[in-house]
């Protein structure tokens, strides 16, 4: 085999907004600050701090100063106003736009999933530039509409899929692209999530910590009272919060058959599940996504496996032999396989880092693709303040091009998961075939966070 090296409440805020009559939120936006000089120091703010929102705080520190903070509890807001002294901190992200927006020019969006969406585009409509955790949005109507905007203001943007710029899975993608597999016909994506609860009954209510603003943790879902299974992480296995094992790591996981198969515009998808409750994610998923032919790639078939279920062993098993001690090697916990009529490919881990290899002993394509720009986290956050920059320069993983379509395609799965069995999908209308799941396409807002 052929192997490649691897503050203020919302009530006060609300009344002093209407009163002074400038809350963005409600007029449409304020005026952007004039563009930045590339010798200027960008001015950013961060919009979720604790979890990957504190690495994605620290990484943008590097190249411009941390103005603002902002998150719904009060606890990790401090600890970051600390760290970076700054005296701008908030709880509600209206508020900190409302009074600083023609003061920042970037933003990081770190916040559970539900609020990605309606904090992007606030942002990206005032003329900021943005950076925001993937899955760039909750719904599918969410990230067809952050696309367009992306697209409207111009401003430059990248979803954090880090390892989008992890060179050797880029490499990968474009001999794909070349021909290395020839037609690829199945690919099969397999995660290690759910780590976190899923497929309950919702924890009883309780008082909440004097630290959090619930109301802004919230933000556009319906309100339900507080209760400890959801701040800080286990926000992740609900409908109202989080995207479940798919959303969580798809968007990682997918990067490689996206990037080589332009995976986009599926007209089809169906799904097995553990059962569920329509407001807790099910324990374990299997989901099949039907791809048409496109701008002459073959038609394929896409099988995700979530909550401990695999690819079958008549596939994985070839790439198995060989172990020390001649016992076979283990499966990764994470990883993808895409099946061609030429050879079939296996990539382990959630980024391909622990090794991609060919079921054959073909020699790899020489074949040019875009270099990252360093290690592959960072690489991937200095590619979008470089396009700040140097507007002829592009992040890869920007929200109109890359991120929005990449994320379009992972959550229509979940469509077939609120619903099991076959759901067909009008990509051009983003429409389903049974229109009763429109309210998972395209989700009601509460009032005052509406995108």
């Known amino acids: 085999m052929a192997s490649q090296s691897k503050g203020a409440s919302r009530r006060d805020f609300l009344k002093t907004s209407a009163a002074a009559g400038v809350g963005f939120w409600v007029a449409g936006g304020v005026a952007a600050r004039a563009s930045t000089s590339p010798n200027e120091q960008l001015q950013i703010a961060g919009v979720g701090v604790n979890g990957k929102g504190r690495s994605d705080v620290k990484n943008a520190s590097r190249f411009g100063k941390i103005f603002a903070v902002c998150d719904?509890?009060?606890?990790?807001?401090?600890?970051?106003?600390?760290?970076?002294?700054?005296d701008h901190a908030y709880t509600d992200f209206r508020e900190m736009f409302d009074r600083l927006g023609d003061q920042i020019d970037v933003v990081t969006v770190s916040t559970p999933d539900h609020c990605h969406a309606v904090v992007a585009a606030k942002a990206m409509k005032m003329g900021k530039h943005v950076y925001c955790q993937k899955p760039l949005t909750?719904?599918?109507?969410?990230?067809?509409?952050?696309?367009?905007?992306?697209?409207?203001?111009?401003?430059?943007?990248?979803?954090?899929n880090q390892f989008t710029a992890y060179?050797?899975?880029?490499?990968?993608?474009?001999?794909?692209?070349?021909?290395?597999?020839?037609?690829?016909?199945?690919?099969?994506?397999?995660?290690?999530?759910?780590?976190?609860?899923?497929g309950e009954e919702r924890p009883e209510p309780?008082?909440?910590?004097?630290?959090?603003?619930?109301?802004?943790?919230?933000?556009?879902?319906?309100?339900?009272?507080?209760?400890?299974?959801?701040?800080?992480?286990?926000?992740?296995?609900?409908w109202d919060f989080g995207t479940g094992a798919l959303g969580d790591m798809a968007c990682h996981t997918c990067n490689l058959p996206f990037m080589a198969l332009n995976m986009r515009d599926p007209v089809s998808v169906?799904?097995?599940?553990?059962?569920?409750?329509?407001?807790?994610?099910?324990?374990?998923?299997?989901?099949?996504?039907?791809?048409?032919?496109?701008?002459?790639?073959?038609?394929?078939?896409?099988?995700?496996y979530d909550g401990t279920k695999l690819p079958p062993d008549s596939l994985t098993a070839q790439f198995l032999e060989g172990g020390s001690?001649?016992?076979?090697?283990?499966?990764?916990?994470?990883?993808?396989?895409?099946?061609?009529?030429?050879?079939?490919?296996?990539?382990?881990?959630?980024?391909?880092?622990?090794?991609?290899?060919?079921?054959?002993?073909?020699?790899?394509?020489e074949v040019d693709y875009p270099k990252p720009a360093g290690e592959p986290e960072l690489g991937h956050v200095q590619e979008f303040y470089d396009a700040i920059h140097d507007r002829s320069k592009t992040a890869v993983s920007n929200i109109a091009d890359y991120s929005g379509p990449l994320t379009e395609t992972i959550l229509l799965g979940n469509?077939?998961?609120?619903?099991?069995?076959?759901?067909?999908?009008?990509a051009a209308t983003i429409t389903p075939g049974d229109s009763s799941l429109m309210k998972i396409v395209k989700p009601e807002y509460r009032w005052g966070y509406e995108l």
């Open 167 to 198: 060179e050797p899975m880029r490499k990968a993608a474009y001999q794909v692209r070349g021909g290395q597999l020839g037609n690829v016909s199945e690919v099969h994506v397999w995660t290690n999530r759910p780590i976190w609860p899923q």
């Open 270 to 304: 169906e799904a097995e599940t553990s059962g569920h409750n329509q407001d807790s994610y099910p324990e374990w998923s299997q989901i099949k996504f039907e791809f048409p032919a496109l701008d002459g790639r073959a038609p394929f078939t896409l099988y995700w």
């Open 325 to 365: 001690g001649g016992q076979p090697k283990k499966l990764n916990a994470s990883g993808c396989i895409m099946v061609g009529d030429k050879a079939t490919m296996y990539a382990a881990g959630d980024y391909a880092q622990d090794g991609i290899e060919l079921n054959t002993d073909d020699e790899w394509l």
């Open 72 to 86: 719904a509890d009060r606890t990790f807001l401090n600890q970051s106003a600390r760290v970076y002294k700054t």
């Open 206 to 238: 309780k008082p909440i910590p004097n630290t959090l603003n619930w109301e802004a943790w919230l933000g556009p879902a319906p309100y339900r009272p507080y209760a400890d299974g959801y701040h800080t992480f286990k926000w992740r296995g609900w």
């Open 138 to 160: 909750k719904s599918i109507w969410e990230a067809r509409e952050l696309q367009k905007i992306a697209k409207d203001t111009g401003v430059v943007t990248q979803m954090g």
């Open 415 to 426: 469509l077939a998961v609120w619903q099991p069995g076959k759901v067909e999908w009008d």
